[in-house]
């Protein structure tokens, strides 16, 4: 019992290390071991170093070229890169001018694309359509249960979940409508009108990514032509910053 006594942590003495004595204190502080540490490890990759910039001076190709050797030059013993001749504010403005002019061709011809999916598919079948609902009224629970949806419309069971150009049964018996009976046929034509439908949405995210982009260029040229202005709204990734300016009278 006596020995687990002595086992016990909170019985237990807190070693510190010794600290400097006061005969001693003019030559500073005493150096722990953690100070040690830091002293020892700055001293290693000091040494690793050099040691790698010494073996990489040895082993360097003379006849080496790169092409930042004449990309840059030496300011005050350091490497520093050359700068190019920037644009004049009139070359700036021509480039953000015809930037302007490329977007909005592209924008204006999937525009077009678009009126044109529009035409093909009438938008029947679109995910983002709104579905309308069909209300049936019975008089009792029991004509509830035994409601059957094909009967009461008199057409094929096939047909049901098309919410357009469901013919009748008289029809498909007097007139030949090709592939309305068939349900390979029809599972192909509405697995091929939910690809046209999914493109159509990808030309329209498309079509307002470009309006923005333009409008963003539109904005940083209008800023390089006027100088006092005021932020008022941020720019956003589906939103152009917008700034308010001064108003100038034209002569």
Do not use: C, W
């Amino acid at each position: 019992m006596s020995s687990f006594r002595k086992a016990l942590k909170s019985r237990q003495r807190n070693h510190h290390e010794r600290s400097q004595l006061g005969f001693r204190k003019n030559m500073g502080l005493l150096e722990k071991k953690k100070d040690y540490k830091l002293r020892a490890d700055d001293y290693h990759k000091k040494q690793n170093t050099l040691s790698a910039l010494r073996k990489k001076a040895l082993e360097k190709n003379p006849d080496e070229f790169y092409f930042n050797m004449i990309s840059s030059k030496l300011e005050d013993g350091v490497h520093t890169m050359k700068t190019t001749e920037e644009m004049t504010e009139e070359q700036k403005k021509v480039m953000r001018s015809q930037d302007i002019k490329y977007v909005e061709m592209k924008r204006v011809a999937e525009a077009k694309k678009i009126e044109k999916l529009k035409g093909e598919l009438h938008l029947l079948d679109a995910e983002s359509k709104q579905r309308s609902k069909h209300t049936f009224f019975v008089d009792s629970k029991k004509e509830v249960e035994s409601f059957d949806l094909a009967s009461h419309l008199n057409t094929a069971p096939e047909l049901l979940d098309r919410a357009y150009n469901r013919p009748t049964l008289q029809t498909l018996e007097t007139k030949s409508i090709k592939g309305a009976v068939q349900p390979e046929i029809i599972k192909k034509m509405a697995r091929q009108r939910r690809h046209q439908y999914k493109i159509l949405s990808q030309r329209i995210d498309r079509e307002k990514k470009m309006f923005v982009i333009s409008q963003k260029i539109q904005t940083r040229k209008d800023l390089q032509d006027k100088n006092k202005k005021v932020k008022v709204k941020n720019e956003t990734v589906y939103s152009a910053a917008i700034y308010k300016f001064d108003s100038k009278r034209k002569r």
